[in-house]
């Protein structure tokens, strides 16, 4: 059994062996299979840790060029507000040129402080929004302890 399945391992490229060990497609490996993949890629070469490391970083990698400006404001508060609106449902954003608020206020006013999100959220981020400003979504009630 372990030499069918070592066989079968052997045939995987580098990359579906790693994703394997990440946890990618196939999420539950039987125990005896992440042993055997990890000597098989150290076998080619591979230190696994740091790959899985650098897999796991690249995943977290954000272009920020590629954002797209979904609102942009005035005044700094404005947009941290429409940031935690966006993270509150689930969209991560960032603020861009919020540090101009606090070097000279009518600058950032006259440039804008903008919120971005990644290209494929911006028609969720800009629903959220609208909820937001029409009314329709609103801050979560504190409970009370």
């Known amino acids: 059994m372990t030499d069918d399945i070592r066989k079968a391992l ?13 946890g990618g497609d196939s999420a539950e490996l039987r125990p005896e ?3 055997i993949a990890e000597e098989i890629l150290r076998a080619r070469g591979v230190d696994v840790a740091a790959a899985i490391e650098s897999l796991d970083a690249a995943d977290t990698y954000v ?7 979904i609102a942009t404001f005035g005044l700094a508060v404005d ?12 969209i991560r ?8 608020a606090g070097v000279h206020v009518p600058l950032a006013m006259a440039v804008g402080i903008s919120v971005r999100v990644q290209p494929e959220q911006a028609e969720a981020a800009r629903e ?10 609103a801050a979560p009630e504190e409970k009370e302890p």
């Not at 954003?93 to 540090?99: E, G, K, T």
């Open 10 to 22: 052997e045939s995987l490229p580098t990359s579906e062996l790693l994703d394997a060990l990440r």
């Open 128 to 137: 959220v929004l609208a909820a937001v400003r029409s009314g329709e979504a």
């Open 93 to 100: 954003a960032w603020i861009f040129n919020d540090n101009l």
């Open 63 to 69: 272009d920020f060029q590629a954002l797209t400006t």
């Open 33 to 35: 299979v992440a042993p």
């Open 79 to 90: 947009a941290h507000l429409c940031h935690m609106a966006l993270e509150e449902a689930g």
